[in-house]
T-cell receptor
Framework: LAKTTQPISMDSYEGQEVNITCSHN???????ITWYQQFPSQGPRFIIQ???TKVTNEVASLFIPADRKSSTLSLPRVSLSDTAVYYC?????????FGDGTTLTVKP | ETGVTQSPTHLIKTRGQQVTLRCSSQ?????VSWYQQALGQGPQFIFQ???????GRGNFPPRFSGLQFPNYSSELNVNALELDDSALYLC????????????FGPGTRLLVL
């Protein structure tokens, strides 16, 4: 299972758009790209998933280039409650390897 | 709330003991995966169960074992506990046809003294 690379931490302010980029250097053909959010003392929460191009849901957008070696999670107009750790994963049949995640801190 | 529950929420054991952690899947989910999350790190995949059989395993020794029951609930058993086993243990459930989307429980915090 491949391990991804992402920034350790990011800061933002309320109302801004936040983009978190992840490297998927060892992604396999059958892997999906999945992002999770985790608050302290809770299990990770599914945010969004894609295989290639762009995916959008009610909370985020996911951009995946044609070579699939990277992905970008976009969070529009963040609020203080979006302060959390964000993980990007290569997933294959539900078997996932989490990296160390990006700690996003949203400031007022 | 994901509908995935775990018990107990917290547990303290001593080195060398054995522990059993339990997980109830979200209704209808037939696949369960277990993860270990050390403080400050991402979750590490232990193993996955589907149709009551192990269906993939991460880099964990055999003293980590599991069971899945006909109602899709699951147990994680750890024998001969070591201090480094102290962590948050997470289970995640999914539909077999949608295994890429997992729903995590709140975890069990295990402390080994």
């Amino acid at each position: 299972l491949a391990k991804t690379t992402q920034p350790i931490s990011m800061d933002s302010y309320e109302g801004q758009e936040v983009n978190i980029t992840c490297s998927h250097n060892n992604i396999a053909t059958n892997d999906y790209i999945t992002w999770y959010q985790q608050f302290p003392s809770q299990g990770p929460r599914f945010i969004i998933q894609g295989y290639k191009t762009k995916v959008t849901n009610e909370v985020a957008s996911l951009f995946i280039p044609a070579d699939r070696k990277s992905s970008t999670l976009s969070l529009p107009r963040v609020s203080l409650s979006d302060t959390a750790v964000y993980y990007c994963l290569d997933t294959n049949a539900g078997k996932s390897t989490f990296g160390d995640g990006t700690t996003l801190t949203v400031k007022p | 709330e994901t509908g995935v529950t775990q018990s107990p929420t917290h547990l303290i054991k001593t080195r060398g003991q054995q522990v059993t952690l339990r997980c109830s899947s979200q209704s209808g989910h037939n696949t369960v995966s277990w993860y270990q999350q050390a403080l400050g790190q991402g979750p590490q995949f232990i193993f996955q169960y589907y149709r009551e059989e192990e269906n993939g395993r991460g880099n964990f020794p055999p003293r980590f074992s599991g069971l899945q029951f006909p109602n899709y609930s699951s147990e994680l058993n750890v024998n001969a506990l070591e201090l480094d086993d102290s962590a948050l243990y997470l289970c995640a459930s999914s539909f077999a046809a949608e295994q890429e989307t997992q729903y995590f429980g709140p975890g069990t915090r295990l402390l080994v003294l």
